[in-house]
Structure formats: C-alpha cells, structure tokens
C-alpha cells in the first residue's frame, strides 16, 4: 500500500522540466526513538535506544531559496522499558522494543543566503512492518512478544542540515526531529499498562550524498558581495 503512495510522486519528479533543478541521492543514518506520553504503571521507564535508517531522496528546487523533498525510508527503530527494584535504585529487568518500518517523509526546505545551510519541516507516513518486545530471561534465553499496533502512523517533522559541495556532487549532513501525530493505544508492559496517551518521538542524524541533475550551479555555495 505504501508503494501506491510513492508511486505518484516518483512520478511527478520525472515529469517536471527538464531544466528543472532536481537533485537525487541516498542518505543514512543513526536513529533514537523513545515514547513520549502518559508514563507506565509500576516502577520503571521507558528509555531511547540507537536504531539506524537509510533512504532515497528526491529534491525539487524552485529557486535559490527554496526546495521540496521527498525521502522514501526503511528504518529500525529501538526502545526500551526498564523495570526498578522496590526502592528505584537498580534496574532488575529490561524489554527491548523493536520496530522495523517503511516510512515516506515529505518536507519543505529553506535554504540560507550563501547556499551552505537549509532548515526543513513537514509530515511522513510510517507503515510499520513489526513491533516486537524482547525480554531476557538468562544469559542464554529470552521471550519475545509480537504487539498488535496499528500498522499506518503519521508524523510531524523539522530539522536542519548543511551541504559540503564535492564539485557536481555534494554532501548533506542533516539533524530530524519526528513528533508522532496518533497514539499508540497497546499495551507495552505487563503491570496493566494502557498508555492511553502514548506516542513515538524520534531524532535522526543523517548523512547523504547527492547529485544534482541539469545546472547544478544552484547548489554551489555563493559568497556576499
């Protein structure tokens, strides 16, 4: 269902112009997701874990100034819920939280004066393809718990990056906040926990390498006269 999504767009990039500044690239990067919300019941919290995500990316610039991109992503998102003692001094138990997803982010660039820096903002849709909680019983064991969440998430997301330009190519080096838009609505850990009011957060650090086709003295950086 996702690629019907994509589909479209892939299209749309094609039929533009062909003077049009369009750039095409691939990205990846580090990823950080944790739950933001109403806490869990009991002792303990829910923590970010380090995931990774990689993409394509489609640029459209409509001027010097500004841009839109499309980034069609797979990414691994982690968490975990960490269990106290009865003094909340020690961790005694963990589930790791993973999520495998498919996602499709849409964003709006600004690009500074001299061309170098860009600050973004938009929404992507998630499809999640898994969400699965581990928990170790020993060194040698663990149980794992397939959770029945919906499959379709929206978020909103801002940012800001820079380019390094490597002659026609250039580099992207880009930081993303993404606010979940829906609740989560499951339960995560067994002390009857709802979560009524529980969404994914989660922070990326990507790094891209990029070609602009036709002129591609857009993307040079220009100095003040």
């Keep these: 269902m996702i690629l019907h999504r994509i589909i479209p767009l892939l299209i749309l990039f094609t039929s533009l112009p062909l003077n049009a500044q369009v750039a095409l690239g691939v990205n990846t990067g580090i990823t950080r997701m944790k739950f933001s919300g109403d806490p869990p019941d009991g002792i303990g919290y829910f923590a970010p874990r380090a995931g990774f995500s990689s993409a394509l ?45 498919l996602s499709l982010p849409v964003s709006a660039i600004v690009w500074s004066e001299n061309g170098r820096f860009y600050v973004l903002a938009g929404f992507e849709i998630t499809y999640v393809l898994n969400f699965t909680g581990e928990t170790p019983i020993s060194a040698l064991q663990s149980t794992e718990n397939i959770y029945d969440v919906d499959k379709f998430y929206v978020y909103a997301h801002f940012g800001a990056g820079f380019i390094i330009p490597l002659g026609k190519p250039y580099l992207s080096f880009e930081v993303r906040y993404s606010q979940g838009l829906k609740d989560l609505n499951v339960t995560l850990v067994h002390q009857g926990s709802y979560l009524p009011r529980t969404k994914l957060t989660c922070f990326n650090v990507l790094v891209g390498l990029n070609v602009p086709l036709g002129n591609p003295d857009i993307y040079k950086l220009r100095k003040h006269r």
């Design 57 to 101: 990316r489609f640029d459209y610039r409509l001027n010097d100034a500004f841009a839109l991109s499309i980034q069609p992503a797979y990414s691994l998102l982690r968490s975990k819920y960490s269990v106290l003692n009865d003094s909340a001094t020690k961790v005694v138990d963990s589930t790791y939280f993973s999520v495998p997803s």
